[in-house]
């Protein structure tokens, strides 16, 4: 056998390696492009409470600071937006945690404790609207993993269910499983989100209506939160909603 022949009978395979490379390739591409939008993103987020800060810290040095009425609005915006920042950098170390995947503890987690807890600890903002959360979490519902990240997608979705929720309105939750799938529910009865705005809203940053949003103080990372630690766990997240009727958040769960 020539070296003519020898090339024949690598050339399939060398062709092979040749696509392997060239698809890692194209993979680390599309992570570095996603990377450098999330820190473009980010960096935004950060700028626009600290110039805020900066222009009423500015106003006040110029004088503002004389008139106590104009004094006190502004110490209780910079406030407001300070608060707003320690949320945003809060969500985006959870949301950098989870992409690098330290937490890999196996724990059997059971569903209806940690929405009770999660629910008693949001019942101050829940009372705030004369919400009330419902827990119908079938009582023998566990799933397996880290018991911290299961808690954080159940604080984000009850937690959206009240915000966005009607004054007097209702959040009920709810797990079961079926033959292959554990299923975990959350649904309100409160301001729902358009068909145009439903596939977008878990990704990084998304908000439906800024001014809405910022107004109940939410920094659009919450549902990507969910989204990532729900993959974590072999799950997905769905959503169905209608405007002015409610939403349903679902984690499904392959077992
Ligand atoms: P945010 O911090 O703004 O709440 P999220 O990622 O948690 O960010 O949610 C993204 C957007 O999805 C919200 O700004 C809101 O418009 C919408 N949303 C989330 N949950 C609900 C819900 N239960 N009902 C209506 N809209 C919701």
Request: no cysteine.
């Amino acid at each position: 056998a020539g070296v003519l022949s020898l090339y024949f009978i690598l050339k399939g395979p060398i062709e092979n390696m040749r696509h392997q490379v060239m698809e890692v390739e194209e993979e680390n591409r599309q992570a570095e492009n996603i990377r450098s939008e999330f820190v473009a993103n980010v960096s935004h987020e950060l700028k626009t409470p600290l110039t805020s800060i900066s222009g009423f810290i500015e106003t006040l040095q110029a004088g503002a600071v004389n008139d106590p009425e104009t004094r006190d609005r502004f110490i209780e915006i910079i406030a407001i937006e300070t608060a707003r920042l320690k949320r945003l950098i809060d969500d985006i170390l959870v949301l950098s945690d989870i992409e690098s995947r330290m937490d890999t503890s196996d724990e059997n987690i059971n569903v209806f404790n940690i929405t009770d807890d999660v629910a008693e600890m949001l019942e101050p903002i829940a009372r705030r609207r004369n919400i009330t959360v419902i827990n119908e979490i079938d009582d023998t519902l566990e799933i397996k993993g880290s018991e911290d990240k299961f808690r954080q997608m159940m604080v984000n979705l009850i937690e959206n269910a009240i915000k966005y929720g009607k004054d007097g309105g209702h959040v009920w939750v709810r797990g079961y499983e079926t033959d292959d799938e554990k299923i975990i529910t959350i649904k309100d009865d409160g301001i729902g989100i358009e068909q145009k705005d439903l596939e977008r809203i878990a990704e990084r940053f998304y908000r439906v209506d800024k001014s809405r949003s910022t107004k109940v103080g939410g920094t659009g990372l919450g549902l990507s939160i969910v989204k990532h630690t729900a993959a974590l766990f072999n799950g997905e997240l769905k959503v169905s909603s209608k405007p002015d009727e409610g939403s349903e958040f679902s984690i499904v769960i392959k077992k």
